[in-house]
């Protein structure tokens, strides 16, 4: 139930009558007090972390993204849990100690909730790995679960050590292909996830930076010897985009290389989830280092 003093601010809120830019009504849940406080999201990106790190008991809810399979890595954990839309309203209908919310979008509602009182605390997604381990234990620590924050740190550098097993040696290359035939090169997360899985971003090499169109027929000639996909071409949403997927030149060349399918929703966020894309392309490298292997280890039989 919304305290009074919040529902009255409420009201004033509506009515558009603003005394002072800094008005407070509440006092923010904060240091200590946080410890055993019922913590809201409303961006996927915290819902991920929030899911991972809290008893189910403590959380509010988390936005309607994090429910949906399509876009979360937590879906099935989250299962159950109450959703919202980012909306104020619903937020102050559930009365969390915490909000935790992206560093970009919903502003307005960011903007309402700190004016009733209410503690938001804005991540941004991390764009190398070492901030995503400093993100895992700023948050665990903000929200008394610096135990489970350290466990999927753990869980990461675990994943990280075994990607280094045979990198030294060979670093196969790899594009990420998306629907609409875009590609990603250097910068952000998804090519320090290459990285550590001890793969060269093929895209980067050639000097793409970011997000930026990489045509079929270049993809072809370029020949990586891995193709990074966000969905199987048999199983991508269907859509114009993604006809680009189903092109018999693309399955040629699937028939030569290794495919490696990490669904967005492992490294969008770069939260824990990181792990998993992470165990994806090193299975994918092992295998292509096997296929390149394997017409020379036929010519030395007796």
């Known amino acids: 139930m919304i305290r009074a003093h919040r529902f009255a601010a409420l009201l004033v809120w509506i009515a558009g009558v603003w005394l002072a830019p800094a008005i407070q009504v509440g006092a923010e849940v904060a240091g200590d007090d946080l410890a055993g406080a019922r ?3 409303i961006n996927l990106c915290t819902d991920q972390l929030l899911v991972r790190l809290l008893e189910p008991e403590r959380i509010a809810s988390i936005s309607v993204l994090g429910a949906d399979p399509h876009y979360s890595a937590v ?3 989250a299962a159950g849990l109450p959703v919202n839309h980012a909306q104020a309203e619903e937020i102050l209908s559930q009365d969390p100690g915490l909000v935790l919310a992206g560093s970009y979008g919903n502003r307005a509602t960011k903007e309402m909730l700190r004016r009733l009182g209410y503690r938001v ?5 991390p764009s190398d790995i070492e901030g995503v381990r400093a993100q895992l234990r700023d948050v665990g620590d903000l929200l008394g679960a610096a135990e489970r924050a350290e466990a999927v740190v753990a869980e990461l550098d ?3 050590r075994a990607a280094e097993s045979g990198a030294e040696q060979e670093r196969p290359t790899a594009v990420i292909y998306e629907s609409g035939g875009v590609t990603l090169g250097s910068g952000g997360l998804p090519q320090a996830v290459l990285e550590a899985a001890g793969l060269t971003n093929l895209a980067a090499e050639r000097g793409i930076q970011g997000a930026a169109p990489f045509p079929l027929e270049r993809l072809v000639v370029s020949a ?4 990074v996909l966000y969905d199987a071409p048999d199983e991508a ?4 985009s993604a006809s680009v997927l189903k092109h018999p030149a693309l399955h040629g060349l699937s028939e030569r290389i290794e495919i490696a399918v990490v669904p967005r929703a492992l490294w969008t966020c770069g939260g824990p989830e990181v792990v998993e894309a992470i165990e994806r392309l090193v299975q994918a ?3 292509a280092v096997e296929r390149k292997a394997a017409p020379v280890l036929e ?4």
Do not use: H, N, W
């Open 299 to 302: 010519a030395l039989r007796p």
């Open 75 to 77: 879906a099935e954990r």
């Open 121 to 125: 605390e804005e991540l941004a997604p």
């Open 237 to 240: 949403p269907p859509s114009q």
């Open 39 to 41: 913590v809201a999201s």
């Open 285 to 287: 490298r092992q295998a």
């Open 224 to 227: 990586p010897d891995i193709l």
């Open 158 to 160: 675990d994943a990280l």
